[in-house]
């Protein structure tokens, strides 16, 4: 079974300039979120969907980040403009809701790398 | 306070040794806990639930204080595969996770 996919793996950018990340989910998992882990620091989460309908964005700093799931399967993270301590790991993540032995267990992907100049 | 609360080591150990990690949650309505791993530059990965009557597998056993509100992780016989940051985390809500910082175990020949 193939994992959770992102892309670009790393990115390097100057502050004020804007960055997409990518991600595409395991195949039939309805839940997707997305995560920011600085050096040294658990994942924070920064959004969630449930197929392609927000459930949780309480701390994604709306003023610079947005993400959508269009159709309920892959999304976008985008930040515009970055600043330097966005500087961090973006982590996406999916789960599958209730059939399977753990519900919450989430799957992550490898991340995206990203530093801000 | 932080909602999850880990030492955050490093723990450096033999191999063969006995460690232990412990985490403190403050939401006690969560229902749901959690061990993950996570290698130096890698994803979390999920290593164990933790659930009311403790569970075991293999070398680790995980356990639950609900009316301390905290969660143990025992890892016994160390090898060095074992060094890795160990995330305590817990479920607030609608699948809704919250990590701790992580424990970092360094297990040494």
């Known amino acids: 079974e193939a994992g959770v996919a992102q892309s670009p793996r790393y990115k390097i950018i100057e502050k004020r300039q804007s960055v997409a990340f990518w991600c595409n989910p395991i195949?039939?998992?309805?839940?997707l979120y997305w995560y920011q882990q600085i050096l040294g620091q658990g994942p924070k989460l920064l959004i969630q969907?449930?197929?392609?309908?927000?459930?949780?964005d309480s701390q994604l700093p709306k003023d610079r980040f947005s993400a959508e799931r269009l159709k309920g399967v892959d999304s976008t993270l985008k930040i515009q403009p970055a600043k330097l301590e966005d500087s961090a790991v973006y982590l996406c993540?999916?789960?599958?809701?209730?059939?399977?032995?753990?519900?919450?267990?989430?799957?992550f992907g490898p991340g995206t790398r990203l530093t801000v100049t | 306070r932080k909602e999850v609360e880990q030492d955050p080591g490093p723990f450096n150990v033999p191999e063969g040794a006995t460690v232990a990690f412990n985490c403190t949650y403050s939401n006690s309505a969560s229902q749901s806990f959690f061990w993950y791993r996570q290698d130096c530059r890698k994803e979390p990965k999920l290593l164990m639930s933790v659930y009311s009557s403790g569970n075991e597998d293999g070398r680790f056993t995980a356990q639950l204080n609900r009316a301390s509100q905290y969660i143990s992780l025992l890892i016994r016989d160390s090898k060095l595969s074992d060094s890795a940051t160990y995330l305590c985390v817990v479920n607030s809500g609608f699948q809704k996770l919250v990590f701790g910082t992580g424990t970092r175990l360094l297990v040494s020949p």
């Open positions: 195949s039939g998992h309805a839940t």
């Open positions: 993540a999916s789960s599958l809701r209730g059939y399977n032995r753990d519900p919450y267990e989430q799957y």
């Open positions: 969907f449930q197929n392609n309908g927000v459930v949780d």
